[in-house]
């Protein structure tokens, strides 16, 4: 599955505009080209793939003319998509997910479910019977969760582990990195792929595309 979603980052990006001498070179070493003139000659450097899934996420770059998964700080080519609030201050990660049973409020996860999503929507009304924490509404009436007596967007939530994915990243590529592809669900709106741009942009990322994820 993670070498799927990373080859179908890979060839949504690379598209016929790259030439084929130029393929078979690392994914950070040649400008991505985008779906206006304009805006490929502006894009250069390092572009990471992201499956901001649900459960559990990933970064991938190019190795050659194949997708690397890259290896978190633990060891794992997969980061639970879990963010925690604690007396020490905010954990992304597996860290956060360890300690979730002792601090199951203030630990948010699965929040994909909610991005783009109102608070009135009955889809939201269903996770709210069965979540451990707080689903309020936010901002024009948007599902937000409340953590830590703070009160979070689910693109603010998705951008913290959009951040863990970028600093693995620069971890393995030793420097940093700006620009990223992400995949969503195929059934997201607009609204949904809108709300997850919001995420990378908060994370410092500038996503030249949102992907379905592979099938």
Same mark, same amino acid.
């Not at 559990?56 to 060891?75: F, L, Y």
């Given at each position: 599955m993670m070498r799927a979603a990373a080859s179908s980052l890979w060839k949504s990006t690379t598209l016929s505009a790259v030439p084929a001498r130029s393929r078979a070179l690392p994914f950070s070493r040649y400008p991505l080209f985008s779906t206006?003139?304009?805006?490929?000659?502006?894009?250069?450097?390092?572009?990471?793939?992201?499956?901001?899934?649900?459960?559990?996420?990933?970064?991938? +770059?190019?190795?050659?003319? %194949?997708?690397?998964? $890259?290896?978190?700080?633990?060891?794992?080519?997969?980061?639970?998509? +879990?963010? %925690?609030?604690?007396?020490s201050g905010r954990i992304v990660g597996v860290a956060a997910k360890r300690q979730a049973v002792t601090n199951a409020a203030n630990t948010l996860f699965a929040t994909k479910r909610l991005i783009g999503r109102k608070f009135d929507d009955p889809e939201v009304k269903?996770?709210?019977?069965?979540?451990?924490?707080? $689903?309020?509404?936010?901002?024009?009436?948007?599902?937000?969760?409340?953590?830590?007596?703070?009160?979070?967007?689910?693109?603010?939530?998705?951008?913290m582990v959009l951040t863990k994915m970028k600093e693995t990243a620069e971890s393995f590529l030793n420097r940093p990195v700006k620009h990223a592809v992400v995949t969503v669900p195929a059934y997201f709106n607009d609204s949904q792929r809108q709300a997850t741009k919001d995420a990378g942009r908060i994370a410092g990322l500038d996503v030249l595309r949102i992907i379905n994820e592979p099938t």
């Open positions: 206006t003139a304009s805006r490929a000659e502006k894009i250069s450097g390092d572009v990471i793939g992201v499956d901001l899934g649900t459960t559990n996420s990933c970064v991938a +770059v190019m190795e050659g003319a %194949a997708p690397r998964v $890259i290896e978190n700080s633990e060891g794992a080519r997969t980061t639970p998509s +879990v963010v %925690a609030f604690t007396d269903k996770i709210m019977s069965t979540c451990p924490f707080k $689903i309020v509404s936010g901002d024009g009436g948007d599902a937000w969760v409340e953590a830590a007596g703070q009160k979070l967007s689910p693109s603010q939530v998705g951008s």
